[in-house]
């Protein structure tokens, strides 16, 4: 029996889902005017009052009546990148405008913001235009963001390679909604548009389901570019080394979040369809479960021989990208949940990471792991605090990292009890988790077993890299070792 | 006489395919920029004409209509970036040519 289709027609959202967003968009517009106005002002209270801001806006986006995880994290991951760029205002005017001159750095520490405005309202799109959208609001500042030093030809030829790229996944992921509309009728993601659609739609024919998996594929596309998953990955080693390292930490943290919440929107309408035996499921099974092990095999092989610690990091996302598909792949799971828990782990170690390459980039002139060279005894504490944020990336035990890579293991053999045939994934994953291992230890390998060198002084730590590496570990060793203290 | 979807659908098919192989195989940063505005437009035909052919008594459902617009505006927002950087590129390289972006790579 088919339903009308005006049933399900309209989209409905509420003005009151989006006050995090207006919050976001006002101050941004407020610190552009400031930029343009009040030119005594210094910059660095632009980037306190953004990053404060987006903070604040992170728990309101926790504790509101909208509540929603990833809305949370990316405001989490925008204030980190903010406070990042807060320490070095110095190297951004110097990349910017050459010299001393803050002349047109400003935006730098408001754009961020709008990005994060366009996460929280595609975290609550159910639409396809809604999703469109929002996500353009993030990749288009993205763009500007990653070439913003225009001065250094990297961050110049990051931000083409990523508009380019980010571009042609945008054109894809258009084309597939523009097909999702014509075979159902309707932008609305839901399960009931999906499954009339999938038996043919009213007129219950072969080909509108045909062209309705087409549709899905091409939106699964743009999605896994967002996430940099297999085959889609391409742009995020050159990306992530070229930018500005504040862009960086904001494409791996609050850019990543938007694509899994992406995902989650997509994914969600066929959830009621987990079922084995149903040709849909067993395909969005055996194409997730493909990308999953592409992702994970690209990420953690092409990590190890990385010298590069930006690009090292780059192949570390991809990497950890793939664990996190590993709950998509258990479709009839919670998937958002898990996926938001990996993502908290994955934010605070990985800002934690940037925040550490970020100080011996700008003291001793390199982004290499040797940089890292002697840190054991020139800075101990730090270099402890730097070895704890890598430790939880590589999945240590007492580490809040291991905590999410067992659920991501959990959450296959659960999705083996339904499709037996996914077990090849389990070698695969043990794999890569091992290789994490070498090439995350080789940066705490060269801090403690390589001796500094005769000039070598101890790293000077900026405020905000002291504060954020200490909460972020600090965190990282509770949730570690929660199950300890509750099992007592 | 009205022409029927199909052909709308095969001749968006049609530019899409070709915006997508210009980006993966021009050299140009400025024709692969052109081959991604073709992408787009390649949607925005197959959006209108589906617009058209989901509607009732001749009243298109507009929806779709609407994303088209978006579509365009965002279009326009991303080519200005996309024309600053390859201005930046310009300066930095002297070259509008994709082999020239060879400072990141393994």
Redesign the interface.
């Known amino acids: 029996m088919m339903q009308d289709i005006s049933t399900y027609?309209s989209a409905t959202y509420t003005w009151g889902q989006f006050t995090p967003a207006f919050i976001l968009i006002g101050l941004a517009a407020v610190l552009i005017m400031a930029d343009t106005f009040v030119k005594s002002l210094p910059k660095r209270a632009y980037s306190l009052a953004a990053g404060f801001g987006a903070l604040l806006v992170a728990c309101y986006v926790y504790s509101g009546e909208h509540a929603n995880a990833f809305g949370m994290l990316a405001c989490l991951g925008t204030a980190l990148s903010i406070f990042l760029a807060f320490d070095y205002t110095k190297v951004c005017c110097a990349s910017i405008a050459g010299g001393s001159s803050e002349e047109g750095t400003g935006e730098f520490y408001a754009l961020p913001l709008v990005a994060c405005a366009g996460i929280i309202c595609l975290t609550q799109a159910v639409d396809?235009?809604m999703v469109?959208?929002s996500l353009?609001v993030v990749t288009?500042t993205s763009?500007?963001l990653a070439?913003y030093f225009?001065r250094n030809?990297?961050s110049?030829?990051?931000?083409?390679?990523y508009?380019?790229l980010g571009?042609?996944s945008?054109?894809?992921l258009?084309?597939g909604?523009?097909?999702y509309?014509?075979m159902s009728?309707?932008?609305i993601l839901d399960s009931t548009v999906v499954i009339d659609t999938l038996r043919g739609g009213q007129v219950a024919s072969g080909t509108v389901a045909l062209g309705f998996l087409m549709a899905v594929a091409l939106l699964f596309v743009g999605a896994f570019f967002k996430v940099g998953a297999a085959p889609m990955h391409i742009w995020i080693?050159?990306v992530y080394?070229?930018a500005p390292t504040p862009t960086t930490t904001f494409l791996a943290v609050a850019s990543k979040t938007a694509g899994f919440a992406l995902l989650c929107t997509l994914v969600t309408p066929f959830r009621t369809l987990a079922v084995p035996g149903i040709p849909v499921a067993d395909m969005l099974v055996t194409a997730f479960a493909i990308v999953a092990a592409a992702t994970l095999l690209i990420g953690n092989l092409g990590a190890l021989f990385?010298t590069n610690a930006k690009?090292l990091l780059g192949y570390s996302s991809i990497g950890q990208a793939g664990f996190i598909l590993i709950f998509f792949v258990n479709l009839d799971g919670i998937f958002e949940l898990y996926s938001a828990m990996y993502m908290l782990a994955y934010t605070l170690a990985t800002a934690a990471a940037f925040y550490a390459v970020a100080m011996v980039r700008t003291q001793r002139g390199s982004e290499e792991i040797s940089a890292f060279r002697g840190l054991g005894k020139t800075n101990p504490r730090t270099a402890f605090l730097i070895t704890v944020s890598f430790a939880s990336l590589a999945g240590v035990p007492l580490t809040f990292g291991f905590i999410v890579k067992m659920y991501s293991f959990i959450a296959l053999i659960s999705a083996m009890q339904n499709w037996a045939c996914l077990i090849w994934l389990l070698p695969v994953m043990i794999i890569c988790a091992t290789a994490g291992f070498y090439y995350y230890f080789k940066v705490i390998r060269a801090m403690y077993w390589e001796k500094p060198q005769a000039d070598d002084k101890p790293l000077c730590v900026p405020f905000c890299t002291g504060l954020v590496l200490s909460i972020c570990t600090v965190i990282l060793i509770l949730m570690g070792s929660w199950p300890l203290i509750a099992g007592m | 006489m009205t022409i029927p979807l199909a052909h709308y659908?095969i001749f968006?098919g049609i530019l899409?395919s070709i915006?997508?192989a210009g980006?993966l195989i021009r050299k140009n940063?400025l024709v692969?920029?052109m081959c991604?505005e073709m992408?787009?437009s390649?949607?925005n035909i197959?959006?209108v004409?589906?617009?058209r052919?989901?509607g009732t008594n001749g009243i298109p459902?507009y929806?779709?209509q609407?994303?088209s617009l978006?579509?365009v505006a965002?279009a326009a927002?991303?080519v200005s970036?996309?024309l600053?950087?390859?201005v930046?590129?310009f300066?930095?390289?002297r070259s509008v040519d994709?082999t020239s972006?060879n400072?990141?790579?393994?």
């Open positions: 027609c396809l235009i469109f959208v353009e288009l763009y500007v070439g225009r030809q990297g110049v030829e990051a931000g083409i390679k508009l380019v571009a042609m945008t054109g894809i258009v084309f909604a523009a097909w509309f014509g009728g309707t932008f080693p050159d080394q070229g990385q690009r | 659908l968006s899409f915006g997508l980006v940063i692969v920029f991604l992408m787009l390649a949607a197959s959006l004409a589906f617009s052919a989901q459902v929806d779709a609407v994303l978006f579509i965002i927002a991303e970036i996309g600053a950087l390859i930046a590129m300066r930095a390289t994709s972006l400072t990141l790579k393994d």
